[in-house]
């Protein structure tokens, strides 16, 4: 528009001075003309006049429309502010305006890779990711480490390693933030491409299958904060808070699309309502999805009723199985700084949660009727994550539980069932639903040692109660156990399993207008001891596996 004022001002000036010329000539013209001549050039010079206004006032407009058509072309810096493009910026440093070419280039310098749509500010995120890994054992696994699967080596998979080359743990993200009145308003979204792949997807095309890892919307107003979708599980240990993004949340810095032994986590759909009373103090509610898991081989069912029950609970083959209630989870949280900016963060969580079952009953005087079971458990959980020096930082978390088994890694069940004699009529039979005791740890350091290095070391373990009895349902004349970790148990029935890591990474560079390119290395080395052991079989098993990734991280 400043533009435009001054040039409305040289067109009005120019006038004038042309008006002035012409009476000046008109009154210095030599010899006697007559007054009708002179009022024939006043006239004459004044239509000149105004078809040169009518040229400029085009001039004008035409500028005009420029100026808008371009100044709707926009993009975004780093601070989320409008810069001119560059042609558009050249026209304004021609026609005088106090846009600065070299400051406005600077700037898209600096730029991340995020623009608006409307008030909202979309960030997409994610790295690319090439990874290489081998294990001493043929876990069957690719980037995530099944580790309940390790084999012992008097199986043939025991004799044999693998070798893995895959591109499938490369990320996309995005996060979209808003304000609203007084509330702040966060979206995100995670996929990867670690999904339930076809068995031939190494023949040819690794066509790996992508995957929804995390999809909520957080809204935060005052001190209260509200956050709905699939998200981290509030059971999962934080770094910062209750704050769900990943980065604020504790999943160690490992390879393994799996984490570590001991960890107790989950990614799954639910509602949680936070409190924040002051700047250190963090109070969260959640619901969360449950599901009634026995493990993958694991838990044997009473002879007699194993058919009904078989419906009923999931072994990592049963996404329908029924269930009583949603988990729910408190927690607590409270961080400071300290020490000329180190970072101090613990909490302590809770866990709620029951299993169901239905059976047609054998016992008098229920017998041939539907009756119900339940039992309700829990557990809890402690954390702490301490900058001990300033650049060396300790991280440690417990998890016990009564039925809480799913939430590491799913490496124990959740339940068993154990069938009931009637005292009323002999050789009639009911059930009843218990849940298995289970726990896990993970304590270790991160330590960013350089710029361009940060080291990290952890020790996990988990461990597994034995839930066990005689089959008194069988026909047999010698009563087999059942439940959990019996004699003649699986040894896919785990009591303990250990697992300590060394990771590396190495950050070649990092710049937020192109991104960061880094080589992450990752060593760990695993032991699974199940319940039961034949004779003569070995008692562990045992598993070395080396990562090397090569990342590159979008801005």
Do not use: C
Not at 133 to 148: E, L, P, Q, Y
Not at 296 to 321: H, M, R, S
Not at 449 to 456: D, M, Y
Not at 463 to 478: H, K
């Amino acid at each position: 528009m400043r533009f435009l004022k001054s040039l409305g001002f040289l067109v009005v000036f120019s006038t004038l001075m042309f008006a002035q010329a012409v009476s000046s000539n008109v009154a210095s013209a030599p010899g006697s003309s007559t007054v009708a001549d002179q009022l024939k050039q006043l006239q004459d010079a004044m239509a000149a006049q105004q078809k040169q206004i009518a040229i400029q006032q085009q001039e004008i407009e035409a500028l005009r429309g420029q100026l808008a058509t371009r100044g709707e072309a926009r993009v975004v810096d780093a601070a989320m502010h409008t810069v001119e493009p560059a042609d558009t910026m050249a026209t304004a440093v021609a026609v005088g305006q106090s846009s600065s070419m070299p400051e406005a280039e600077e700037k898209a310098k600096s730029s991340p890779l995020s623009f608006r749509i409307g008030e909202a500010e979309f960030t997409p995120g994610g790295f690319v990711d090439f990874t290489t890994v081998f294990r001493t054992t043929n876990t069957g696994s690719v980037v995530g480490t099944n580790f309940n699967t390790v084999p012992f080596n008097n199986q043939i998979q025991g004799a044999l390693t693998e070798f893995r080359m895959s591109a499938q743990h490369s990320r996309l993200s995005m996060k979209v933030n808003t304000k609203y009145g007084e509330n702040n308003i966060a979206g995100y979204i995670e996929a990867d491409f670690n999904g339930n792949d076809a068995a031939n997807v190494f023949v040819s095309a690794n066509s790996h299958t992508n995957r929804l890892r995390l999809y909520w919307l957080d809204l935060k107003r005052g001190k209260w904060e509200i956050l709905g979708g699939q998200s981290w599980s509030l059971l999962t240990p934080n770094r910062i808070g209750i704050s769900p993004d990943p980065g604020d949340v504790f999943s160690t810095r490992n390879m393994d699309t799996n984490y570590q032994v001991g960890l107790a986590w989950a990614r799954q759909a639910g509602f949680r309502l936070g409190y924040h009373p002051d700047d250190h103090w963090a109070l969260a509610l959640g619901v969360e999805n449950p599901q009634q898991y026995v493990g993958v081989g694991e838990v044997n069912f009473p002879f007699q009723f194993n058919a009904a029950l078989g419906i009923q609970f999931d072994a990592a083959n049963n996404a329908g199985a029924p269930n009583f209630h949603p988990d729910i989870i408190p927690k607590i949280t409270y961080d400071n700084n300290f020490g000329g900016g180190r970072h101090f963060h613990g909490e302590v969580a809770g866990l709620l949660t029951s299993v169901k079952a239905t059976d047609v009953a054998l016992t008098s005087p229920t017998s041939g009727k539907f009756v119900t079971h339940s039992t309700t458990g829990g557990g809890g959980s402690a954390g702490i994550n301490v900058d001990l020096f300033k650049q060396f930082k300790f991280v440690g978390n417990a998890f016990y539980s009564y039925g809480g088994g799913r939430y590491l890694f799913g490496l124990g069940p959740q339940a068993v069932i154990r069938p009931v004699a009637s005292t009323i009529v002999p050789g009639t039979f009911d059930i009843n639903t218990s849940l298995v005791h289970a726990g896990g740890t993970v304590m270790g350091f991160e330590a960013p040692v350089s710029n361009s290095i940060t080291l990290a070391g952890y020790y996990g373990g988990a461990y597994f109660q034995r839930n066990t009895f005689p089959d008194i349902t069988s026909p047999l004349l010698v009563k087999p156990f059942i439940g959990f970790g019996g004699r003649n148990s699986p040894n896919t029935a785990n009591r303990a399993l250990q697992e300590g890591t060394f990771d590396w990474i190495q950050t070649f560079f990092k710049n937020p207008q192109y991104g960061s390119l880094q080589l992450i290395m990752q060593y760990s080395y695993l032991t699974r001891a199940p319940w039961f052991v034949p004779v003569g079989a070995p008692k562990n098993a045992h598993l070395s596996m080396a990562y090397v990734n090569l990342r590159y991280v979008l801005p």
